[in-house]
């Protein structure tokens, strides 16, 4: 895989009325061993460009493990500083579970939404297929940060080696506002390339995304092959935390890289 295959340029992209033939494209990406049921999504950012999401499956592992390609799609985005989802074409009809974790994003009902498997496909609003919404204003202030949009959450770590710090960063990037209990992750691949990825909290809780699956989907759009070759990785997250992410990190990470050295840090 490419990286080029998850990030489209805005040079190749003329209008929303793209995404559907980037779908079918973006299929062969999923990893999806235990359904075979492949989703991809494709959305369009206030830069541009395009971002490709798919859904990730891990044998042997609970359901709750699962990256559905709409959670791929806002992490990808994440990872490459876009702050707004404008539009995105899916090639069937999100999930209740991905119409929630939607909602985490600043004027999320009127983000534009096409299923390319229905018969008559057209861009509608969020808004018609979660029509009494609960999301982050309810719960948040109007101030608060929201997916996509920058925020630094102010963790230290005294002395942290390279791998350390990735995760240091993530873990101040993460968006945490439910629990204040922020957490981030950072791999190292068997070539030395490193890979990071932030928590994602939902206002309904279950839709979470956890730190190590934004860093897999890092692994992944960037590249990366068998998760075999993940040689080390590193969780901080924060001291006292009542969310922890520990042990469902080093379950995951047992599961698809065995032989991967896994270290966890909390920060101040």
């Known amino acids: 895989m490419e990286q080029s295959r998850f990030v489209i340029p805005a040079s190749e992209v003329e209008s929303r009325e793209a995404l559907p033939s980037l779908v079918s494209s973006s299929e062969p990406l999923v990893r999806t061993p235990i359904s075979n049921f492949n989703v991809a999504a494709v959305g369009l950012g206030a830069s541009g460009r395009a971002f490709v999401g798919v859904n ?23 990872l ?18 991905c119409r929630q974790f939607l909602q985490e994003l600043r004027h999320a009902p009127d983000v534009q939404i096409l299923i390319t498997s229905d018969p008559n496909p057209s861009f509608t609003p969020l808004s018609h297929l979660l029509s009494h919404h609960f999301g982050p204003h309810d719960l948040l202030p109007q101030s608060e940060p929201l997916l996509l949009e920058p925020r630094h959450n102010n963790l230290t770590l005294p002395n942290p080696n390279s791998l350390t710090l990735a995760a240091l960063e993530a873990a ?3 968006h945490a506002p439910y629990s204040a209990c922020p957490s981030g992750v950072a791999l190292l691949d068997s070539k030395g390339a490193l890979y990071k990825g932030s928590y994602i909290e939902s206002a309904a809780y279950n ?3 956890g730190p190590l699956q934004a860093a897999l989907v890092a692994f992944i759009s960037a590249g990366g092959g068998d998760y075999e070759d993940i040689a ?3 969780l901080v997250e924060k001291e006292g935390a009542l969310i922890k992410q520990d042990h469902t990190a080093r379950l995951l990470l047992h599961s698809i890289a065995p032989l991967c050295r896994f270290e966890a840090f909390l920060a101040t």
């Open 172 to 174: 101040n990037a993460s």
């Open 232 to 234: 080390a990785a590193v």
């Open 56 to 78: 990730i499956e891990f044998p042997g592992l609970p359901f709750h493990h699962t990256i559905h390609a709409e959670q791929f799609l806002l992490t990808n985005m994440s």
């Open 80 to 97: 490459h500083a876009e702050t707004t989802l404008h539009s995105f074409a899916v090639s069937a009809a999100p999930c209740g579970h």
């Open 207 to 209: 839709p979470s995304l």
